[in-house]
């Protein structure tokens, strides 16, 4: 069975050492697998979740993922955060730089008719879609993207790359997460009180 293991970071060929039965598949709708890489022995527990594929490939749910974004943030943002993370493991920060930008630029795109980044951002503010404080961070990440995009000479260091990153996760999160959260509080709040008038 293939799966992702940490510590090789490899897909591995992995020896399935037990999974849960077709009965408790019927009651939880996944099945969960204990696996263990041919290459280090390392424990690793998969899922099985939706459409089979071939060759048959699980996700690997422990250790969790280290790329691992929430799901309602669209994909070509999501895509965009797991490329920057994989830009700043293998120590490319000027590109970690340039997919945070861009993510950060899908985000614009689908929130605003802006395609110009620095309007865009101030449109979102505008919209409250970010408040203040992000809209700073925002701003900060632009023109680290700009450092990065650009053939000058200031080289952008580890401890750069990584706050960038972490902004960008929070953008993310706040726009998509949190106010998916927030909007799914809300309507079950309505719901019940509908329901208890
Ligand atoms: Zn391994």
């Not at 069975?1 to 992995?14: F, G, K």
């Amino acid at each position: 069975m293939l799966i992702e293991c940490h510590s090789c970071e490899a897909v591995v060929d992995a020896k399935e050492l037990c999974t849960n039965d077709a009965e408790s598949q019927f009651i939880t709708d996944i099945a969960v697998g204990l696996y263990q890489c041919p290459s280090c022995h390392t424990s690793l527990v998969g899922i099985k979740a939706g459409e089979e594929s071939y060759p048959p490939k699980v996700e690997r749910v422990w250790p969790e993922p280290k790329n691992k974004f929430h799901e309602s943030i669209p994909t070509a943002v999501r895509k965009s955060l797991e490329n920057a993370k994989r830009c700043y493991d293998a120590k490319v920060y000027s590109a970690t730089a340039v997919m945070c930008g861009k993510a950060i630029e899908f985000i614009v795109s689908d929130k605003t008719n802006i395609s110009n980044l620095f309007q865009g951002l101030k449109e979102l503010k505008a919209k409250e879609i970010i408040d203040a404080r992000l809209y700073e961070w925002s701003e900060a990440l632009r023109k680290e993207r700009n450092i990065g995009a650009h053939a000058i000479e200031t080289e952008i260091n580890r401890q750069d790359a990584n706050d960038i990153l972490d902004f960008a996760v929070a953008i993310c999160e706040y726009v998509y997460v949190l106010t998916d959260k927030y909007n799914a509080y809300l309507s079950r709040k309505e719901n019940s009180e509908k329901q208890s008038t």
